[in-house]
């Protein structure tokens, strides 16, 4: 065979089938450089890392935990309990990083939610809720001197003393917002967001894809924009309208804010946890109409995302005879609702009440001839009418007084991910998944291995 015997009859099976510098060049070469690649990922390759927990002690599982050994380019998904976090102090990301929700992160303690320090960080599907600024700090729910990036987010109930209630973007920071709602925030400027007015580049910060930004105080944007223009911002015209019946009185019931309420805070995680039953009812209720999610139930959930779009209660309205009627009108782009939650007499929490379709096209159709759209219609999207009851005691009445009905009800806004930027499904949580590249560096390592035996086989 041609092989050079120091000690004939003396070698072993193996070295009379494969010479020593075969066998390295085939079998040990590749497989240190296999143990040296799953090294080298496991200390410095992008991974997937897993929020568990809701707490915020740093134990393992907790957003604080996983922030701290997060590599740049990480992306931080949530499951389970980790959808709904209670800070006690604030968190500050030094990484560019990708978080990808749904999740609900409120700040409990007395400082902003979180902090976005001179990096590019990327959010999906997060609701950032009840931070705090003190004087003389700015920024209540974020503060960035960075860029972010946010696509379907909701910043809600965020107070800063001095600037940007919401959002405060520094100097020399910029922001892109998609799809997200800002309401509710408060500071003595830029309740929704604040740009220092040095910073004059509209570029650094763009509106796109229906973000609404509303009910802030002192004002909703103080900075310089862009916009797409499907953005609902300050009094513009809103998506939707309602309209009374069957009440007595000149004017129509009027409504009362109740967005800061505890159970319309709990809607809003409840609609941040696939697992609540809330959740899995807008899931069935998007499914139906949109007829395009296909398969069982569960993967319809993962599929969607929801959020808060106003809430408000109408108090002691008298009626004509048993019943109020509240119709409402809204349009939206494709794969998008709006909901009416009523709060049930009972004190069990919101439902979708069974709804009576007046009028529907489907985005894309056009309006039949005569009809007249409402100022908010913009040409191709969907337009529905639906009407809904209030019976006096009935199951939406709160007031046992007979002849008047109270009701409270959160109108929410709710999509499939596919209509994100980027697609945005939250998909499981697998920490260390490989990328595809990873894919194809372990299929050609694998190749010389696969040789190596086959040398082997053969040669027996």
């Known amino acids: 065979m041609g092989y050079e015997w120091k000690n004939p009859g003396k070698e072993s099976t193996y070295q009379q089938i494969f010479p020593k510098r075969r066998f390295f060049l085939y079998c040990l070469l ?177 509106l796109e894809e229906g973000c609404v930004i509303t009910g802030n105080s002192e004002d909703n944007i103080n900075a310089t924009y ?22 007595t009185g000149d004017t129509a019931p009027q409504p009362r804010s109740i967005v800061e309420d505890a159970d319309v805070s709990t809607v809003s995680r409840d609609l941040a946890n696939t697992e609540s039953h809330l959740f899995q009812s807008v899931a069935e209720a998007l499914s139906a109409d949109l007829g395009e999610l296909s398969g069982e139930t569960s993967a319809s959930f993962s599929e969607l995302n929801a959020c808060l779009y106003y809430a408000n209660a109408f108090e002691n309205v008298a009626l004509e005879s048993t019943d109020l009627s509240v119709e409402y009108t809204a349009s939206w782009p494709d794969r998008v609702r709006y909901y009416s939650l009523f709060s049930r007499a009972d004190g069990s ?45 009935g199951p939406f009445d709160l007031n046992p007084e007979a002849g008047v009905v109270t009701f409270r009800v959160c109108s929410i806004r709710a999509e499939t991910k596919a209509s994100a930027s980027g697609g945005g499904g939250s998909g499981g949580c697998n920490a260390g998944a490989g990328t595809a590249s990873g894919l194809s560096l372990l299929f050609l390592l694998g190749l010389p291995l696969g040789l190596s035996l086959r040398a082997v086989l053969v040669a027996m």
Request: hydrophobic content about 30%; charged content about 15%; proline content about 6%.
């Open 349 to 393: 929490g919101y439902e979708i009440p069974e709804r009576g379709i007046q009028f529907e096209i489907r985005p894309g159709q056009d309006l039949p001839q005569g009809v007249t759209p409402p100022d908010f219609y913009e040409p191709g999207e969907g337009l529905m009418t639906w009407r809904n009851l209030v019976t006096d005691n």
């Open 30 to 206: 590749p497989c240190t450089i296999f143990l040296l690649f799953l090294s080298f990922r496991e200390a410095s390759g992008v991974a997937m890392r897993c929020v568990t927990s809701g707490a915020d002690d740093g134990s393992p599982g907790t957003l604080r935990y996983v922030l701290a050994r997060a590599n740049p380019g990480d992306t931080i998904r949530f499951d389970g309990a980790g959808t709904d976090i209670r800070l006690t102090t604030e968190l500050v990301i030094r990484n560019g990083l990708t978080f990808t929700g749904p999740a609900t992160i409120t700040q409990t303690g007395n400082c902003r939610v979180l902090s976005v320090n001179d990096v590019t960080c990327t959010m999906r599907y997060l609701t950032i809720q009840g931070g705090r600024a003190p004087f003389p700090n700015s920024g209540g729910g974020i503060f960035c001197t960075g860029t972010v990036i946010m696509e379907r987010c909701t910043l809600r109930e965020n107070t800063a003393f001095l600037l940007g209630g919401g959002l405060m973007l520094g100097e020399g920071a910029s922001a892109i917002l998609r799809g997200c709602t800002i309401q509710h925030n408060r500071a003595y400027k830029g309740g929704g967001i604040y740009k220092p007015g040095g910073s004059h580049n509209a570029a650094s910060l763009r």
């Open 226 to 247: 862009t916009t797409d223009g499907s953005c609902t911002i300050g009094d513009t015209p809103n998506h939707s309208a309602t309209a009374f019946g069957g009440y």
